[in-house]
């Protein structure tokens, strides 16, 4: 009698649909691939940053073996970001500073693997991390707060450059910027000129710069891209290397240093005695 009134219970208990939705979004996250992106309260910003994802979602799907779901937006004072392997953060001086709790679990997030592109956007304005520009005042708020590691600008010989395209260089709608990614440390082991990181499986924690990549990844409802990059046929090849920068990211961040162990290969079979 217990468990048949229990039952019944469940069938006439109200149910919160914003609780069953929520719980719907966790399985989704957690059944699939979701490139996620920090919601900065401003609805057209983080419109270019959901169709910036979708459009790099796409590209993913058509290109590598990697299916992407429909990406989301996360509000970091609540979201569970252990669920995301990406975290696409657009910078704006509009956006209120995330709580001592919400950045303790973007600090958890980074130390368990995940990757954040952080894009100040600016670049056409600004070159570097030192810019007294707004948005870049707040990232420097933001850095302050998180465990970042040392950084440099993407080395030739990093693992982002070969991780599924071979690149130098990383644009988005703007390309005068340099990024940045977690430097290699003193000691790290060369091989063939390759630095072996042993961090988090190779993959750096953040990556840095103001190319406003979302804006060169982002498609509409028709599936065409939403706004200019560069013009006539060198502009089209930008955007063909913005997508193919998204494309190294999304595979660095979630095969870890394949590329970079592969240079060990040789080594490996001669000591085996293939």
Not at 140 to 148: G, H, K, T, Y
Request: proline share 7%; glycine share 10%; no cysteine.
């Amino acid at each position: 009698l217990r468990g048949a009134l229990a039952g019944l219970a469940v069938l006439v208990w109200p149910v919160d649909p914003a609780a069953a939705q929520d719980e719907a979004a966790l399985l989704r996250a957690a059944n699939n691939t979701v490139l996620a992106y920090v919601e900065t309260g401003d609805a057209k910003l983080d419109d270019v940053s959901r169709a910036g994802l979708l459009g790099l979602s796409s590209e993913l799907f058509r290109r590598t073996s990697i299916e992407p779901v429909e990406p989301v937006g996360v509000n970091l004072e609540t979201a569970e970001l252990s669920l995301y392997p990406f975290l696409y953060w657009p910078v704006t001086d509009r956006q209120k500073l995330p709580s001592d709790a919400a950045m303790e679990k973007v600090n958890a997030f980074l130390r368990g693997g995940g990757l954040i592109l952080f894009d100040t956007r600016d670049a056409n304005i600004s070159r570097g991390l030192s810019s007294g520009s707004p948005n870049g005042k707040v990232l420097q708020q933001i850095a302050r707060r998180l465990d970042v590691p040392p950084l440099e600008p993407i080395p030739q010989d990093h693992v982002l450059t070969r991780a599924f395209y071979l690149l130098q260089d990383f644009p988005g709608r703007y390309g005068n910027a340099k990024v940045w990614v977690e430097a290699a440390p003193p000691d790290a082991e060369l091989v063939e000129g390759m630095p072996f990181r042993n961090l988090n499986d190779g993959v750096t924690p953040v990556v840095i710069g103001g190319n406003d990549w979302a804006s060169a990844w982002a498609i509409g409802a028709n599936g065409r891209f939403q706004f200019p990059v560069g013009r006539g046929v060198a502009g089209e090849r930008q955007r063909e290397i913005a997508i193919r920068f998204g494309v190294n990211l999304i595979m660095h961040v979630l095969t870890g240093n394949y590329k970079s162990d592969q240079v060990h290969v040789p080594a490996l079979l001669d000591r085996l005695g293939q």
